[in-house]
């Protein structure tokens, strides 16, 4: 309903969404301490030294990893990378932030203008990236925690566990037109993160925060409508409702001739609304000035390039990759975007490289998609106790007809559940279709599952072919036809 309304929205006005992705990077120890990041259902303020709790005095130092996580980051979307860059100070006051300030980087971030192409159902678009930096994260605040003998019933106690950590803020040009683009760059991004190691990005985990600018502008019109900060998007569903809801709010106030205000509101997924958070700072506010601690930090192409050699293949052109040897661009992007499935493809292929690639796709995002959810991939990438050469000899006999479809899924599903090697279960086939006295078998149970077929043999009507066709696929098609035909006409005869 809010989608469709929304859409309504848009035919009168345009939306201009500009998209910032504050990432927990996947480091050992904090940005600029030695503490550990592992505190995630750790007791509240055991992670901390006197560098994150911003006592006076404390000396940062950076983490190099953390610096390499964003530039592998840009790399990955085609930013630049500067070879000089330096560190700043964000004041302002609020509880979870110690020292006063943040240290992040403002002037020159550690990549810039880099790209993030994404599909949507209205079909590509490139998400243009104004930046990638590093800052540190804050801590994190418990409101309404209970206080057992305290004087107040409910307050609110601070966790430092957080303060320090190494976060990536990404922040996209204002380009983004649409709800669903704006949460398929979200997807894109995540995926790519992952697939570069730099954060697990798990969104209902905070580790990855999504916020929306949000304004709209009549149709056809250049400048910039009023602009509403849009946060506490938890999934990416609520990242499309929130923009979707705000799209139409704010059209509606346009319409009725109120003024927006700039300002942050948050999403309420209960009740699928936004809510008014607070007036928005603007940068002036926050009064940057370069971090003395800290000397600017220096980026030399060996380290870039050396970054550059570590680079997995990322999600895009293994999505082409996989398109190229055939497998549909939907089977592609649903692959790909499943580590299980994506792990299960590859170690498949690998072990059978005769196997058409489009057979391994359906049989990954299939049954054994299944079996995974419930198991988990063993240690040679596939599910429960398969293994990557028997399902490719499997699917290669299928492929080349050499043994029927019905058969062979059967087969699967059989090593599937027990892990019989498919040799065995190849031979155990062949000794029930080679042998007449199995193929008689399977034509006695046809003929007495079909007592009208003999009825009309005997009154001369061709049943021969259907009998067969009956018989074939008790067999899954694995069994030679001239020879079950030779036996099914013996039958009748017989009968007759
Ligand atoms: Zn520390």
């Keep these: 309903m809010t989608a469709e ?11 201009v969404i500009g998209i910032e992705i504050h990432c927990q990077l996947r480091t050992e120890s904090k940005m600029f301490c030695a503490c550990s990041t592992q505190y995630d259902g750790a007791p509240p303020n055991t992670h901390n030294c006197p560098t994150c709790l911003g006592l006076p005095g404390a000396l940062p130092v950076i983490n190099k990893r953390a610096v390499e996580h964003v530039i592998a980051t840009g790399l990955a979307i085609g930013a630049s990378i500067p070879a000089r860059t330096q560190w700043e100070r964000k004041n302002y006051f609020y509880p979870d932030l110690p020292k006063g300030y943040q240290i992040s980087q403002y002037a020159i971030p550690l990549a810039a203008n880099g790209r993030l192409p994404i599909e949507t159902s209205a079909g590509p678009f490139t998400v243009d990236i104004t930046r990638a930096h590093l ?34 803020e990404i922040v996209t040009e204002p380009c983004i ?86 300002e942050t509101r948050g999403w309420d997924d209960g009740r699928q609304v936004t809510y008014r958070m607070r007036a928005k700072e603007t940068s002036d506010d926050y009064r940057y000035f370069p971090e003395p601690d800290l000397p600017p930090l220096r980026v030399d192409g060996a380290w870039i390039d050396g970054i550059r050699a570590l680079q997995p293949e990322l999600p895009a052109a293994r999505r082409e990759r996989y398109i190229a040897a055939g497998i549909t661009p939907y089977d592609a992007a649903v692959i790909v975007a499943d580590p299980d499935m ?48 028997s399902i490719a000899v499997l699917l290669a006999a299928i492929a080349d007809g050499s043994i029927g479809r019905p058969a062979g899924r059967d087969l699967l599903d059989r090593h599937l559940a027990d892990g019989t090697p498919a040799a065995d279960l190849l031979a155990t086939v062949a000794s029930t279709i080679s042998d007449d006295s199995a193929l008689l078998a399977h034509i006695d149970a046809v003929i007495a599952a079909n007592p009208k077929a003999i009825a009309d043999y005997k009154a001369g009507k061709p049943v021969a072919g259907f009998l067969v066709g009956q018989v074939m696929r008790a067999t899954g098609g694995a069994a030679d036809a001239a020879r079950v035909t030779a036996l099914v006409r013996g039958r009748l005869d017989a009968e007759g």
């Design 5 to 15: 309304r929304a859409a309504n929205a848009l035919e009168r006005y345009e939306a």
């Design 135 to 168: 800052e540190e994260d804050t801590a994190k605040l418990a409101h309404g925690t209970v206080v057992a003998g305290s004087a107040a019933p409910r307050t609110t106690l601070v966790d430092f566990n957080r303060s320090g950590a190494p976060l990536m």
């Design 177 to 262: 037109r649409t709800a669903e683009q704006a949460r398929r760059y979200a997807e894109e991004l995540q995926l790519l993160l992952r697939a570069i190691g730099v954060s697990d990005a798990d969104m209902e985990r905070g580790q990855m925060r999504v916020e929306a600018n949000v304004s709209l502008r009549p149709r056809g019109t250049e400048p910039f409508g009023t602009r509403v900060e849009v946060k506490n998007m938890n999934s990416f569903r609520s990242v499309e409702r929130a923009i979707a809801f705000e799209i139409e709010r704010q059209a509606a106030a346009l319409d009725a001739g109120e003024p927006l205000v700039m």
């Design 342 to 389: 994506r792990r299960a493809f590859e170690a498949i292929s690998a072990a059978g490289a005769s196997v058409p690639a489009k057979e391994v796709a359906n049989f990954v995002s299939g049954s054994h998609a299944r079996l995974a959810k419930t198991t988990g991939l063993n240690e040679r990438g596939t599910a429960g106790a398969s293994d990557p050469a």
